[in-house]
Nanobody, 130 residues
Framework: QVHLAESGGGLVQIGDSLRLSCAAS????????MAWFRQVPGKVRKFLAA????????YYAGSVRGRFTISRDNSRNSVYLQMNNLHPTDTAVYYC???????????????????????WGQGTQVTVSS
C-alpha cells in the first residue's frame, strides 16, 4: 500500500508560479510511475504529467507541456509539480497518483488516464485569481 499526501496548493494570482509536493510512504516506489492529475467540479480527473521513479523519464499532457514540470526526489520519497504562468483555467483540485506497473512504451503513447493508477492522494486545491 502506498500512501500519498499532497501539499502546496493555495490561492495565487494570474501569472504566478506554484510548486506542489507529494510525499509518498508505505513502501518503496521502485518500478512505479508517479503522476499528477487535476479535477474541476463535474468533470473527470485529467492527466497532467508523469515521471518514472527509477530513471526520471517525464511525460506531459500537451496542454501543460512547457509550462508545468514534474520531478522526483528519491531521497525524500517525493514528487513535485512546478507550475508557471498560472491562469484561472488552472483552478482545480490537484492529485498525486502512483502506478505500480510503470511501462515506458505505454506512457509514451499519451494515453494515460486515472484508470492506470493504483494509489491516490487526497488532493490539494489550487485557485488562480484574475
Amino acid at each position: 500500500q502506498v500512501h500519498l499526501a499532497e501539499s502546496g496548493g493555495g490561492l495565487v494570482q494570474i501569472g504566478d508560479s506554484l510548486r506542489l509536493s507529494c510525499a509518498a510512504s508505505g513502501q518503496t516506489l521502485s518500478g512505479y510511475g508517479m503522476a499528477w492529475f487535476r479535477q474541476v467540479p463535474g468533470k473527470v480527473r485529467k492527466f497532467l504529467a508523469a515521471v518514472d521513479w527509477n530513471e526520471g523519464r517525464t511525460y506531459y499532457a500537451g496542454s501543460v507541456r512547457g509550462r508545468f514540470t514534474i520531478s522526483r526526489d528519491n531521497s525524500r520519497n517525493s514528487v513535485y509539480l512546478q507550475m508557471n504562468n498560472l491562469h484561472p483555467t488552472d483552478t482545480a483540485v490537484y492529485y498525486c497518483a502512483a502506478d505500480k506497473d510503470y511501462n515506458d512504451y505505454y506512457y509514451g503513447l499519451d494515453l494515460l488516464d486515472d484508470g492506470d493508477f493504483d494509489f491516490w492522494g487526497q488532493g490539494t486545491q489550487v485557485t488562480v485569481s484574475s
